[in-house]
């Protein structure tokens, strides 16, 4: 159900909220030449405010990419903070900006794949990265098709009702994480679903198979499960920079989702996510501690 706006959003503990929200409002209707010098800005105020994140994407490309040269992953790296902090931008962009604005600097790649799949009778198992730049993507791509999106709720409920609201401005709605039940019937009913497979969910829904040089990284099943119980055909959907922009790219249909070992099937997508990735690596989000949980008998932090 969609959240809706309560009077409780006036009070005083929710003033920072607006006041931030205002302020990317109002930032985000600038050029966007000029959204960018903004964000650049930000980004040298990130390295300076945030060296903890800093030091996260600097190791995690490190872990990933142990054959590239420490001046290959330094430049990735600075070109991934002004990716961040744009991305910062790209949401308001996203949740706010007018139609006519998103499709001035929107293209979709592949679309085909996906209309196949729903003509055939089957939903789309849309399985998308977690690019800096998701939350313009995902605007984006309700415009070629609106889609249903599988989230996590936002802990602040203000920034929850303006997540919601702002993703789904051409989209149908969204489903909470918690809800496996709804994203499988969503899809048994024809639908276009977005899900994120390329995250550290824990030690209880997962394998350790690899992912770029981590030998042993946690890899969620529910991907599997998603994929084998619902009618439906599973493709990578990617949202990256163009020259126009902002380009959504939709892949060719999926197979080997249906491989009874887990591990051969897993290994495979991982290996399918590190290839897009490596097409735009300074747009992934490296900020985040994708290697976080680790085996039972590596239990040492990688982020030591």
Known sequence: MAPAFTVSFLHPKYWGVWFGAGLLYVI??????MIKLVARVVAKLIVVLVPKRIQIARKNLALCYPTWSAQKREKVLKANVF????????????????????????????????????????????????????EIGCRIIGYA??????????????????????????????????????????MNENEFCLYFPDQDYGKSTSIFVPFGGVARTATTTATLMFAN??????????????KKGYKVKIGAPIDYLADKDRE?????LNEDVLNVVNEQPDSYLWMHKRFKTRPVDQPESLYK
Not at 28 to 33: F, K
Not at 84 to 96: D, K, P, Q, V
Not at 168 to 180: F, L, P, V
Not at 264 to 268: F, R
């Open 264 to 268: 051969v099937a897993l290994t495979k």
């Open 145 to 186: 098709y609106p889609c249903i999106a599988f989230y996590r709720k936002h802990n602040n409920p203000l920034i929850n009702y303006m997540q919601y609201h702002g993703r789904n401005r051409s989209n149908k709605y969204m489903i909470d994480k918690r809800n496996a039940k709804a994203l499988i019937q969503a």
């Open 229 to 242: 119980r619902a009618n439906c055909v599973p493709l990578m959907v990617v949202s990256q920079y163009s």
């Open 83 to 134: 990716r961040t902090s744009m991305g910062l931008f790209e949401t308001g962009m996203g949740w706010w900006w007018p139609e006519w604005r998103v499709r001035r600097v929107a293209e979709v790649e592949g679309l085909d794949n996906a209309l196949k799949a729903l003509a055939s009778g089957k939903g789309v198992f849309g399985l998308t990265l977690h690019n800096v730049n998701l």
């Open 28 to 33: 985000t209707w600038l050029p966007l030449p």
